[in-house]
């Protein structure tokens, strides 16, 4: 028997429930927080990580996310109502448990369509966008344009600047496990400035290739800091003389905005 498709409204909705995951992952545990969450659900951070990028999440994982960020489950599933529950000012729907709660939410979804009425096109070319996935080596070189040998769909509301943003793979395990070597990343080319993005994963470049890592300041040198050093991927400290006097010639290709982790 042939696999049934899932409709696309099916698949819009799972695409906007993961973005509010994200949404209050990073409100409440700040831009990099995935692993210390992950690690309260007792979860592996990837696993996190690929519920945030649209894989279905299972209503366990949910049950103990609602109760570890106390997030509003009707808002999470259908994005009525206050975020947060300890905000409600029904006193019906605070005495709830969140398996009630979810109940709701799927009562609200069932009565109503699941897309917004603001949407437009049968696509989705309205909320989507197609992104380009870029070699590394033709990152690093600045080239214009660049040639993508690639593409993925992502929500457009997750970039910033959307046509200002390309896609590169992962080409090592530097940054095991928030990224396994294949995971997919979104940089932002328009973030440039070292000052601006200390503490944040960027795309750097370090021997003509484009590559991974976080960013630490030290002085007027740059460290390029894996997430898990190894023979391959040690961390490297820039010269003055090679950071350049603009970030526009700098190393720095860009800031990481979104990724699509790999289970290892």
Do not use: C
């Amino acid at each position: 028997m042939a696999r049934k498709k899932t409709s696309h409204s099916r698949l819009k909705l799972k695409s906007l429930i993961s973005l509010r995951l994200r949404e209050v992952r990073q409100e409440l545990f700040g831009e990099h927080g995935g692993p210390e969450l992950a690690r309260r659900l007792n979860l592996p951070a990837r696993t996190w990580y690929n519920y945030e990028t649209g894989v279905t999440v299972p209503a366990e994982v949910l049950l103990a996310f609602i109760d570890q960020t106390g997030v509003n489950p009707i808002w999470l599933l259908s994005g009525s109502g206050p975020r947060y529950r300890r905000g409600l000012e029904d006193q019906v729907l605070a005495d709830l448990t969140p398996q009630e709660l979810i109940r709701r939410g799927l009562e609200r979804l069932e009565q109503g369509p699941a897309l917004r009425s603001g949407d437009s096109g049968e696509d989705g070319s309205a909320e989507f966008v197609s992104l380009g996935v870029v070699a590394a080596e033709d990152l690093a070189s600045e080239s214009s344009p660049i040639r993508a040998v690639d593409s993925i769909r992502i929500y457009r509301k997750w970039l910033p600047h959307p046509k200002a943003t390309v896609a590169l793979r992962v080409e090592d395990d530097a940054m095991h496990p928030i990224l396994p070597e294949g995971s997919v990343v979104a940089i932002d080319r328009t973030i440039r400035e070292p000052n601006v993005l200390e503490g944040r994963i960027v795309a750097a470049r370090v021997e003509g290739r484009a590559v991974i890592r976080w960013l630490e300041l030290s002085g007027r040198h740059l460290i390029l800091r894996p997430n898990r050093p190894g023979p391959g991927s040690p961390t490297v400290a820039l010269e003055p003389s090679v950071i350049g006097e603009e970030a526009a010639v700098g190393p720095i290709l860009g800031k990481v905005v979104w990724s699509w982790s790999r289970f290892a």
